[in-house]
Nanobody, 121 residues
Framework: QVQLRESGGGLVQAGGSPRLSCVAYGRIRSCNAIGWYRQAPGKQRELVASITRDSMTNDADSGKGRFTISRDGPKTMVYQQMNSLKPEDAAVYYC???????????????WGQGTQVTVSS
């Protein structure tokens, strides 16, 4: 079994700088891309940022200049540093990972349960 666990959400003041963390664990052979999506009420889930094993990042325009994604090399932990938080950043943030299963090597797309980020103005 493969699971993803997020942490670091909560109530943050506008302009604040929360840091989200996610760890993938279980029977994992390798973790390719790992990153973050978010979903605000009444809106579709959207990409925040992702990062590959080689630290190539894909950042959404909404977070450029404010958000930074990083990971521990090829390992299965990813961080999202969010600075200058805005009310429109309020959402449930989901960790997502492209993981090859340990025994078969078969790739799969895995999601965490999400962590709520609430922004107070």
């Amino acid at each position: 079994q493969v699971q993803l666990r997020e942490s670091g959400g909560g109530l943050v003041q506008a302009g604040g700088s929360p840091r989200l963390s996610c760890v993938a664990y279980g029977r994992i052979r390798s973790c390719n891309a790992i990153g973050w999506y978010r979903q605000a009420p009444g809106k579709q889930r959207e990409l925040v940022a992702s990062i590959t094993r080689d630290s190539m990042t894909n950042d959404a325009d909404s977070g450029k200049g404010r958000f930074t994604i990083s990971r521990d090399g090829p390992k299965t932990m990813v961080y999202q540093q969010m600075n200058s938080l805005k009310p429109e950043d309020a959402a449930v943030y989901y960790c997502n990972a492209d993981i090859a299963r340990f025994w078969t090597g078969r790739p799969g797309d895995f999601w965490g349960q999400g962590t709520q980020v609430t922004v107070s103005s």
